[in-house]
Every structure is written in C-alpha cells, then in structure tokens.
C-alpha cells in the first residue's frame, strides 16, 4: 500500500489507534499489530506508522489514518479529521482522552530482497541440511501424500536447536543470506535465522517455475487459530518480508488451472487430481495472483476453477452450535450467525476479487462446489478441495 499524504496533518494513525482504543497485540519495529475491529480477528490488523496506513490480513480491509476512524464511525473525512483534532486537543480543549503509551522499538534497516536464484539456491541448500520429524510425516501421510511426494516437495521440520552452526555452514557453501526471507543480522552484527520454539512445525517451500520463491510453516501449535506463517525477517536489523509469493504446482502450459488457498492444501489437491493449481496464502492475499496468472495465461491457460474452501458457502443460520457461540454476546437467538455470516463474507471477497482478475485478463472463470445440501449451502464436511479429491480417492479404491 502506498504512503499516506501527511501534508498538513499534525497527527499521526498512531493517534487514530490511541483515540479508537484499539487493543495492541504486538508492537514491531515500523508498525504495531492490533484487534481489527471490522471483523474481529484478533491481532489481525497492521497499523505502519511509517506509510500511515492499515490492513488486515483476514478480512483485507485496507485504508489511511481518516479512513479508519471515519468507518468505524460513519463520519465523512472532514469530519473524521475535526473529531480526531478534537481529541487531541490540538484545535479545541477536550479533557476526557487519555493517550495510551507504548514502547516503541527502534526502527530496523531492511535488506533488499535477494535475486529468486539466490533465493532458491540459499532455501535449496538450507532444505538439504534439514530433516523431517516422524511426527510431521504421518501429519502429511493422513493428508493423503505418500513418501515420495513428501521429498519432492521438500517438506522439512523447522530447527530449533543449532541455528548460528546452520547460518555458518551455509555460508561457508556459498549461500547468499542477506536479503532471504527469514535470515538478519543480530545484535552483534552476526548473520541468524528467524526459528523460534514457539513457531515450531514443518517447513512448506513456494515455488514458482521450479525455484522456491519462499517458505512457510505449518504450526505445531497454532497462534490465535492461525496454522500457517510466513518465514520472514522483516522485523529485525537486515531482514527482509517474504512478499507472500504465489506458489504454483502442476503443468504450467495446461488449459485449465486452479486457483485455492493454501500452498500445502493445493498441493494435495494436485497429487490426488493432477490438476495444476494456484495457490495464494490466503483468500484475500491476492496482491501477486494477477501477474501469475498472466504468466500462466501466455503459456496456454484457457480457463480458470475457484475453489476456494468451502466457507463461501456456509450455513449462516444461527443453530447454537458454532465455535463461536461461547463469545455471543447476544442475549437472544439470533436468525442470522453474525461470525458465520462475517466468515462468508469474507471468503466471498475474496472470491470476487479472483473473479475480477480473471476478468481484467480475459480469462473466464467457473466456481467449484462440493459438499452441498438441498438448499444449496454446504454440509459442513469436506471443507477444502484437498479434502473433496481425498474423499474421492477413498471412495473409488
């Protein structure tokens, strides 16, 4: 997103934050991590202090600093910026807001992002030193892979122990480290990996045209419900962000191509269909999916399948049986689910938002369904497209 015209502002979207109440989830060196108050996702939202902007990285709702006060209170952007002067104090005298204070950490000089060779070549190396877990094997296994698509994807357990050794010998094998996702400088000016305990799972290489582009991990134990992060170093001294690349799996040069969530899930869903398919981190990172799919479009793609998970078509009836029930706050049963309803709302966004793309490129698109009931909503089963495939599988042995 680019940078908030500040010219004749004497506030800043860290005022906003302070003003709305936002609850901090975790601060970092340019930007702090907040509830989002749009659809509820806790730490969810990114506030960047230095672009003066937010996001949100589960309901993607993106804006400036007027922007988020005037939607949260339906005000217009002047009036938002009277309101918000207001309870500063620095036009009119307001006594009854209490500025909120945080330590703010020192800001971090990012490295350039590495050549996709030297990426690949430093992930290749780093990948060959590592070792996959029993634990994580059957996890993969039960999805359906079998032991020789596991090493052709090079999924790895990520270390814990050992890491300064790890950076050291890749080095020494020519690796190039600075400007690769994951890898920074520490205190001492000591090259490091970005592996933490907490983050502890296996490692998901992204590739694009054969070369990985970057890397996930898929949590052991999931951080507030949420299974997959990126490896990134953006918060530390000579780190760099992964850029959320697009991975893709299967023949570049075929007809039909398939868009999902979730590197790991279309994978399976290739191995078990042998389809070829897309995959963005999350329905609504889309940013990089465009110039992918038009790489793909030069190389023979005649049309394009959704298949987005399920959710797009969840029962949004309230029957006091979601997960969600033990926070609603509403004393009466209600004729519509508002966290059902809001996690439609969000994966269809997300699936419009391809829709479009394919539009803009010429490129005509089919949703997928499965799963479904009478009525046209989704049993609640077989939620990704990994699953639908697995299902089938089992059926027809």
């Not at 930007?31 to 672009?51: A, T, Y």
């Not at 698509?149 to 020519?174: H, N, T």
């Not at 399976?268 to 992918?292: D, E, M, W």
């Not at 799919?293 to 049986?321: F, I, N, P, W």
């Amino acid at each position: 997103m680019r940078n908030y015209d500040m010219s004749g502002f004497n506030f800043d979207i860290y005022d906003v934050v302070d003003i709305l109440r936002l609850h901090i989830h975790h601060v970092n060196a340019q930007s702090i991590d907040v509830n989002c108050p749009f659809c509820g996702s806790k730490g969810k939202l990114n506030i960047n202090k230095e672009k003066n902007v937010y996001h949100c990285n589960k309901c993607d709702v993106q804006g400036g600093m007027l922007q988020l006060y005037a939607e949260l209170h339906n005000v217009t952007f002047s009036e938002a910026n009277r309101q918000i002067r207001e309870a500063l104090n620095r036009d009119v005298c307001r006594s009854d807001y209490d500025k909120k204070e945080w330590k703010e950490k020192k800001p971090v000089q990012n490295a350039l992002l590495a050549t996709p060779d030297e990426i690949d070549h430093t992930y290749s190396v780093m990948l060959s030193m590592l070792t996959l877990n029993q634990k994580h094997r059957e996890d993969l296994s039960n999805r359906g892979l079998t032991d020789l698509q596991i090493e052709e994807q090079k999924y790895r357990s990520a270390p814990i122990f050992g890491l300064k050794a790890l950076v050291r010998k890749m080095i020494e094998k020519g690796c190039t480290v600075k400007g690769v996702p994951g890898f920074y400088q520490d205190k001492d000016g000591i090259w490091f990996v970005n592996f933490k305990a907490k983050n502890s799972g296996f490692l998901i290489p992204i590739r694009q045209n054969g070369r990985i582009l970057g890397m996930q991990i898929r949590l052991d134990h999931p951080i507030d419900k949420m299974k997959y992060i990126w490896f990134s170093s953006v918060n530390y001294e000579l780190g760099v962000s992964s850029g959320s690349p697009v991975h893709v799996i299967g023949d570049v040069n075929a007809k039909n191509i398939y868009i999902t969530e979730g590197a790991l899930k279309g994978t399976i869903a290739h191995y078990l269909s042998g389809h070829t398919f897309v995959c963005v981190a999350g329905v609504n990172q889309y940013r990089n999916l465009k110039p992918v799919l038009e790489m793909l479009k030069e190389s023979g793609m005649k049309y394009v399948y959704e298949a987005y998970d399920m959710d797009k078509k969840v029962q949004t009836a309230c029957d006091r049986h979601d997960r969600k029930c033990a926070e609603c706050k509403l004393t009466e049963k209600p004729r519509i689910c508002p966290y059902k309803a809001d996690r439609q709302k969000i994966i269809q966004r997300g699936c419009q938002m391809a829709y479009e793309i394919c539009r803009s490129i010429s490129v005509p698109v089919e949703r997928m369904v499965w799963d479904m009931n009478e009525k046209g909503e989704w049993n609640g089963d077989l939620k990704g497209i990994d699953d639908f495939y697995y299902s089938e599988k089992q059926v027809n042995r």
